[in-house]
């Protein structure tokens, strides 16, 4: 199997769209591409997986142990062709300006992948060599194996370029990539575009076209990018599932790790989606329910319309079974969500909380929680780590128990977070499961003691 990560100098220099060109051109040769993104990010993985027809997984080595990381690329990996990792912001940024934790560097060095170095060229003349230069020499550790430019003017524009690098530069040029609105993914306040959003018909066949055009694939397939061995790691079996726990998955809830939902399998559980915008009743025979991140505020209307649906959610919570909320979750479960239009929108009202969207991000980056009562996710004191990352502001309508006390790595500040009751509980922070397998097995063992009770009723 070949692998590389691709990185860059910053972040919006390029990375997705070499990955999703890569991904794309490699994947019409018939070549099975498992794609990772490193760090937290929803929208990458699932313009990845659009790409690569296969589920892209997060990497990120602040929410996960270096064995999460090592596991999570090793299963996954172990029958494909191919490994693209995308990196996040700068190849060198991570936590904290002292330390490569939670860098694509730190990331890059645990898998033993080479690089390839993706660079902003659009404003760029014989400086970019000596950008290109200080990255090869800042980590002897790391190898690097290629170099993409973006945003090329032309030819001649390249060749002022390569004439720069080539002379002062180790790393050979893969190829180079102008400015090309066909590949170009719309953004917003979080931002790309949700791969449900985009039509992947077109948008894979420019991807494609370009790589094939600008890129040199078939250095990408050469033996110097060849994976060393890893470790074979077995891949738990997924025992015969005990309960089933509703997915909520549209445009307005899409932002799911792929390994949370593995590791609800891998605990016991049927994982059946339904869509809050179009479903006008839950599935039938649910145990419990996991509603998680992505754009409730850009369908708010829809989803307050959908009376139908909102009644057998606050009919599902009431009869105790288990409910499970994250950022986008928890604002569609509490009672009204004001959107930046000035309306206000009626939401599922199984808790008592208002939500109103804000201009500006109002918690952003890593955060650890400590859980402050016994809940759905754990016990009292259990320590958990996340991310955080949202345009907007809740609060409670009455006295309601806080769930965790947070302490956020960005801001160093601490405060209380997320709210919890007996069989619900939903939050601003998305956990990643593979770090903390002990939530998913939680969630089903008391999904399965409310369905115990009621089958004793019956």
Same mark, same amino acid.
């Given at each position: 199997m070949n692998g590389f990560l691709i990185a860059g100098p910053a972040s919006g220099v390029g990375k997705t769209t070499v990955s999703l060109a890569i991904s794309a051109g490699l994947h019409a040769r018939g070549l099975r591409i498992q794609a990772f993104k490193c760090g937290p990010?929803?929208?990458?993985?699932?313009?990845?997986?659009?790409?690569?027809?296969?589920?892209?997984?997060?990497?990120?080595?602040?929410?996960?142990?270096?064995?999460s990381v090592v596991s999570a690329f090793a299963e996954s990996s172990a029958d494909v062709d191919v490994a693209v990792v995308e990196g996040m912001m700068g190849l060198f940024d991570g936590i904290s300006g002292q330390g490569e934790q939670g860098s694509a560097a730190e990331i890059a060095k645990i898998l033993s992948l080479r690089v390839i170095l993706v660079v902003d060229a659009s404003k760029s003349g014989r400086s970019i060599a000596a950008v290109i230069r200080g990255f090869e020499v800042f980590d002897p550790e790391l190898r690097f194996a290629g170099l993409?430019?973006?945003?090329v003017a032309g030819e001649s524009h390249f060749r002022l370029l390569s004439e720069a690098i080539t002379p002062n530069c180790s790393t050979p040029i893969l190829g180079w990539l102008p400015q090309d609105p066909a590949v170009r993914i719309p953004e917003r306040h979080l931002g790309l575009h949700t791969a449900a959003e985009i039509d992947w018909r077109e948008k894979r066949g420019s991807l494609q076209e370009l790589s094939?055009?600008?890129?040199?694939?078939?250095?990408?397939?050469?033996?110097?990018?060849?994976?060393?061995?890893?470790?074979?790691y077995v891949v738990a079996t997924r025992p015969?599932?005990?309960?089933?726990?509703?997915?909520?998955?549209?445009?307005?809830?899409c932002f799911y790790y792929q390994d949370n939902l593995d590791?609800?399998?891998?605990?016991?559980?049927? $994982? !059946?989606? /339904?869509?809050?915008?179009?479903?006008?009743? &839950?599935?039938?025979? =649910?145990?419990?329910?996991?509603?998680?991140?992505?754009?409730?505020?850009l369908h708010a209307e829809q989803l307050s319309a959908n009376s139908t649906l909102v009644s057998d959610i606050r009919q599902f919570a009431a009869l105790g079974r288990p409910v499970y909320g994250e950022c986008g979750g928890m604002?569609?479960?509490?009672?009204?969500?004001?959107?930046?239009?000035g309306k206000v929108h009626a939401m599922a009202g199984v808790l008592?909380?208002?939500?109103?969207?804000?201009?500006? $991000? !109002?918690? /952003?980056?890593?955060?650890?929680?400590?859980? &402050?009562?016994?809940? =759905?996710?754990?016990?009292?004191g259990t320590v958990l780590r996340g991310h955080s990352f949202h345009y907007s502001q809740?609060?409670?309508?009455?006295?309601?128990?806080?769930?965790?006390?947070?302490?956020?790595?960005?801001?160093?500040?601490?405060?209380?977070?997320?709210?919890?009751?007996?069989?619900?509980?939903?939050?601003?922070?998305?956990?990643?499961?593979?770090?903390?397998?002990?939530?998913?097995?939680?969630?089903?063992?008391?999904?399965?003691?409310?369905?115990?009770? /009621?089958?004793?009723?019956?």
């Open positions: 990010d929803f929208l990458d993985t699932g313009h990845l997986t659009a790409v690569t027809q296969r589920p892209a997984r997060n990497l990120d080595r602040w929410m996960l142990d270096i064995e993409v430019l973006n945003g094939e055009k600008q890129l040199n694939l078939d250095l990408l397939l050469a033996p110097e990018f060849a994976m060393p061995a890893i470790d074979a015969a599932p005990r309960v089933t726990i509703g997915i909520a998955r549209d445009e307005a809830f590791f609800l399998e891998r605990a016991g559980a049927r $994982l !059946v989606e /339904f869509s809050p915008l179009r479903d006008t009743h &839950l599935p039938p025979e =649910l145990d419990a329910l996991y509603l998680g991140g992505g754009y409730p505020e604002i569609y479960l509490g009672k009204r969500l004001s959107t930046r239009d008592p909380l208002e939500t109103e969207m804000t201009e500006k $991000l !109002v918690h /952003f980056g890593y955060v650890e929680v400590e859980l &402050l009562l016994d809940s =759905l996710i754990g016990t009292k809740c609060s409670a309508t009455r006295d309601f128990p806080a769930a965790f006390e947070a302490r956020y790595t960005l801001s160093k500040r601490t405060g209380m977070e997320g709210y919890a009751c007996e069989n619900v509980l939903a939050s601003y922070i998305h956990l990643h499961f593979r770090g903390a397998p002990s939530v998913p097995e939680r969630i089903v063992e008391m999904a399965e003691q409310v369905a115990r009770r /009621f089958a004793e009723v019956r």
